[in-house]
């Protein structure tokens, strides 16, 4: 009799448990939907994370780090999912990974992130990220050879933006993949290559004649090879 009562206790226990959870996931989803409603951001964060915890799944894990990604918590954004390179990863999740380990100065653990990005998909934004970041990390020749993809497959309706100004600026792709190409060559060889790169920052400037960050790499060029000129 004892056994029967005990069994009957934890069947309804299980019951009352699964109920109100299901009330907990119910409660949440509406809370989350208001908050989206609302654009209160860290409400939807807080609705999302309870999700989560109520019901795991990727799908939710994958949105909450896309939230903090986009809000540039990129610490909280990786630690929801991790910065391990799956092959079930989404292509939402390697996004997540290849720019938030980019914005935390990671460019050895984003590049392979990007790369399953730019195998999937090829275009010119993806290919500026890889030659930008292989120039980081000194990886001269695949900086070429997506700086080399960009020149070539260039469209005058895409553009590169930058941001070392004080109010962000774009350039279009070609001119921004010349100036990248410019900043790899005098990589290559700082002594022999002056010269070549800053014929390829004019053509940069000729495309593009507010390119700021060509004009400038270019007058450094120009400096230290007067500089030089100078001592002999």
């Known amino acids: 009799m004892k056994k029967i009562i005990v069994l009957i206790v934890l069947v309804v226990s299980g019951f009352s448990q699964a109920q109100t959870k299901s009330e907990l996931v119910k409660h949440f989803e509406a809370?989350?939907?208001?908050?989206?409603?609302?654009?209160?951001?860290?409400?939807?964060?807080?609705?999302?994370?309870?999700?989560?915890?109520?019901n795991p799944n990727q799908a939710i894990s994958d949105t909450l780090a896309y939230m903090y990604m986009s809000n540039n918590k990129y610490v909280q954004a990786l630690n929801t999912i991790g910065?391990?390179?799956?092959?079930?990863?989404?292509?939402?999740?390697?996004?997540?990974?290849?720019?938030?380990?980019?914005?935390?100065?990671?460019?050895?653990?984003?590049?392979?992130?990007?790369?399953?990005?730019?195998?999937?998909?090829?275009?010119?934004?993806?290919?500026?990220?890889?030659?930008?970041?292989?120039?980081?990390?000194?990886?001269?020749?695949?900086?070429?050879?997506?700086?080399?993809?960009?020149?070539?497959?260039?469209?005058?309706?895409v553009g590169i933006t930058y941001y070392e100004t004080q109010y962000p600026y774009q350039v279009k792709s070609k001119a921004a993949f010349t100036c990248l190409k410019g900043l790899i060559k005098f990589r290559e060889n700082q002594?022999?290559?002056?010269?070549?790169?800053?014929?390829?920052?004019?053509?940069?400037?000729?495309?593009?004649?507010?390119?700021?960050?060509?004009?400038?790499?270019?007058?450094?060029?120009v400096a230290q090879k007067a500089k030089k000129a100078e001592k002999n």
């Not at 989206?36 to 109520?54: E, Y």
């Not at 010269?195 to 390119?211: R, S």
């Open 31 to 54: 809370y989350y939907n208001q908050m989206k409603a609302q654009g209160d951001v860290q409400g939807v964060i807080n609705g999302l994370t309870h999700l989560n915890i109520l």
């Open 83 to 157: 910065i391990e390179n799956k092959a079930n990863d989404s292509e939402i999740a390697t996004e997540i990974k290849a720019v938030s380990l980019k914005a935390l100065n990671q460019a050895d653990k984003a590049i392979p992130h990007f790369e399953k990005l730019f195998a999937k998909s090829p275009n010119l934004l993806i290919a500026y990220e890889l030659a930008d970041l292989y120039i980081q990390v000194n990886k001269l020749e695949k900086a070429l050879e997506k700086t080399e993809y960009g020149i070539t497959n260039s469209k005058d309706d």
């Open 191 to 221: 002594t022999a290559n002056i010269d070549a790169a800053i014929t390829l920052f004019d053509q940069a400037l000729a495309m593009e004649p507010n390119f700021n960050l060509a004009k400038i790499s270019k007058e450094a060029l």
